[in-house]
């Protein structure tokens, strides 16, 4: 099993263009999760899921959409990339009522 | 509101000394915690989770926690570290009710040779 994982790893962004981010995992987990890291800021939730063709808003949800068109796929977009958007994305997934989240590896995003 | 606040941002132990990484939550009802590290470069891996029961919990890799209510704490220890615990380390809660993990701001771990 490849657990969680993120697409792409990398990227550089210029103000004002969009991109997507993908989470896939393979543990049929019905809930899934978008956090960004920030240094001295530990994780904050953007947006979630609680299973497919759901969405829900976290604690830091502007700027940012989602879908959940499939339950293994999560998308998170910047329709106008902002510098301060330049962080670590974080995907997780997990079971209803399970509480413990498995995490993907991250996506560094740099918007100049 | 609910909250976690990890006091200490870097602790520098030395290896085979031991190791205590404190956690304070703020919320009204029964928590569940959790610890979770990081290594660099990586996700976030469970260490150990405390649901009820018995308030000292033990995890992988060494790592215990003790959940004391009455300090609403959840502090991490290790009784000798390696130098493969250089990391940083999260403390989270969350409960049936919130639905979502709430995350402290981490301590950085270094450790000294």
């Known amino acids: 099993n490849a657990g969680v994982t993120q697409t792409p790893k990398f990227r550089v962004l210029k103000t004002g263009q969009s991109m997507t981010l993908l989470c896939a995992q393979d543990m049929n987990h019905e809930y899934m999760y978008w956090y960004r890291q920030d240094p001295g800021m530990g994780l904050r939730l953007i947006h979630y899921?609680?299973?497919?063709?759901?969405?829900a808003k976290g604690e830091v949800p502007d700027g940012y959409n989602v879908s959940r068109l499939k339950k293994q796929n999560f998308l998170l977009g910047l329709e106008s990339a902002a510098p301060s958007q330049t962080s670590v994305y974080f995907c997780?997934?997990?079971?209803?009522?399970?509480?413990?989240?498995?995490f993907g590896p991250g996506t560094r995003l740099t918007v100049t | 509101a609910q909250s976690v606040t990890q006091p200490d941002i870097h602790i520098t132990v030395s290896e085979g000394a031991s190791l205590e990484l404190r956690c304070n939550y703020s919320y009204g009802a029964t928590p569940y915690l959790f610890w979770y590290v990081q290594s660099p470069g990586q996700g976030l891996q469970l260490l150990l989770k405390y649901f009820s029961g018995d308030t000292l919990v033990q995890g992988i890799k060494g790592f215990e926690a003790e959940f004391k209510r009455s300090q609403s704490s959840f502090n991490l220890r290790k009784p000798s570290v390696h130098w493969s615990d250089a990391a940083e380390y999260f403390c989270a809660v969350s409960s049936p009710l919130l639905q979502k993990l709430v995350f402290g701001t981490g301590t950085r771990l270094l450790v000294s040779p």
């Open positions: 997780a997934s997990s079971y209803p009522g399970s509480y413990e989240q498995y």
């Open positions: 899921s609680v299973g497919e063709g759901t969405t």
